[in-house]
């Protein structure tokens, strides 16, 4: 089901993030965006409105508000407007079409979600099943300014294990551009690539998760298909991503391992459309939020082999691995966002968690082979450290 503010119980917390340098690896900081960070959250609820205040200051002096939301539920709906975390995606990892790469944007959110199988003969056959949809305000310094991110989300699971996911993104509005019903209306399902809503940049695509138990170990299968290109009113031009999760709950070595491909290179069609660097660009908007990509991190005309594990060392510890092969920029694209020439690498990193009482302290020690010359992301080694006091 969609990962939402609402997906799990949270405690109020204070907690505080420090690295020496930024890296690929070094991904469990919450607010992505500083080398250090302090900061506290308050969640409450009263009746069916709840709420969570969370502010970070950051090593810039600047106070973030990140994650931040007020929600009102009514049975199995959900109305919020906040600043929240999607990663629309079956992977543990990351998502091609919305992750969690770029900071959270303002938005205005609908959630609609059924656990159980509908007694709806119309819906019966998609058993349970979640519609998410949200319209949030982009900040970035380039490309259009005040430009809005509309996304749609629908995931059924016709067979028990069986999940299926429909899913688009529209940028529209912003300075110049229109704003208006008719607009709206075309960027949640109309055809934008011709005439007066030409302008709107739509992103579609699905995905699928299959589980098999066999034995004492549980095998997931999952993958997404995201168009960058709109032919015939449905997705072309395809980006992938590919994955496999293995669990092992009796284990003594691994209690978890994966691997998951994910290519962003997009080659040209039979009528000449699309082609290298057409990934999350478009000749409008730029689909990024503060200026990084709002779906995969290795962002466009690039590849990645991950490869990780988590070991449980006891009810309070676990340890995990990971190992990632990447090629970023292969089309040598000048104007990639986060190196000027093609650039190939590889990170491997090994981090813990470790709840004691009110505490959960992680760590994450992980080397970088190469740097990028357009973000602060190094090779060496890399430290990062992050611990909260829950209460």
Not at 85 to 107: C, H, Q
Not at 283 to 291: D, K, L
Not at 338 to 367: P, T, V
């Amino acid at each position: 089901m969609p990962q939402t503010a609402t997906s799990k119980d949270q405690q109020n917390k204070v907690f505080f993030y420090s690295t020496n340098q930024k890296s690929f690896a070094n991904n469990f900081n919450q607010y992505n965006n500083t080398n250090e960070s302090i900061g506290f959250q308050i969640i409450k609820d009263f009746n069916n409105i709840s709420y969570k205040a969370a502010i970070n200051s950051n090593n810039e002096k600047k106070l973030i508000f990140d994650h931040s939301y007020i929600e009102y539920k009514n049975k199995n709906r959900t109305i919020g407007i906040g600043k929240i975390e999607r990663n629309w995606s079956f992977s543990p990892n990351t998502s091609l079409i919305l992750s969690s790469n770029a900071r959270p944007s303002d938005s205005i959110y609908f959630q609609l979600r059924n656990q159980n199988k509908s007694n709806n003969p119309f819906l019966s056959w998609a058993g349970p099943w979640s519609l998410e949809a949200f319209n949030s305000f982009i900040n970035n310094s380039v490309g259009i300014n005040n430009s809005m991110l509309l996304g749609l989300r629908a995931v059924i699971e016709p067979i028990h294990d069986l999940k299926f996911e429909i899913l688009k993104t529209s940028q529209w509005g912003g300075d110049e551009q229109s704003e208006s019903i008719s607009s709206l209306a075309a960027a949640i399902g109309g055809n934008t690539n011709e005439k007066e809503y030409s302008n709107i940049n739509q992103m579609a695509g699905y995905g699928f998760s299959f589980r098999k138990n066999i034995k004492e170990t549980s095998s997931r299968f999952y993958g997404q298909l995201i168009g960058e290109d709109e032919a015939g009113n449905l997705p072309s031009c395809y980006m992938v991503l590919i994955g496999n999760e293995l669990e092992f709950p009796n284990s003594k070595i691994f209690s978890k391992l994966g691997i998951e491909f994910v290519d962003t290179r997009i080659d040209k069609t039979s009528n000449y459309n699309c082609g290298p660097n057409t990934a999350y660009n478009n000749g409008i908007y730029s689909y990024t939020n503060y200026n990084k990509t709002l779906g995969a991190p290795i962002d466009t005309e690039s590849k990645s082999i991950h490869i990780w594990a988590a070991t449980n060392i006891s009810e309070t510890t676990m340890v995990n691995y990971s190992v990632k092969n990447m090629t970023l920029n292969n089309s040598s694209w000048i104007d990639h966002r986060l190196n000027s020439s093609k650039k190939k690498g590889w990170i491997a990193s090994i981090g813990s968690s470790w709840k004691l009482d009110s505490f959960n302290i992680k760590s994450n020690l992980a080397y970088q082979n190469f740097s990028l010359d357009k973000t602060n992301y190094n090779n060496g080694l890399s430290l990062g450290f992050n611990i909260e006091y829950i209460f």
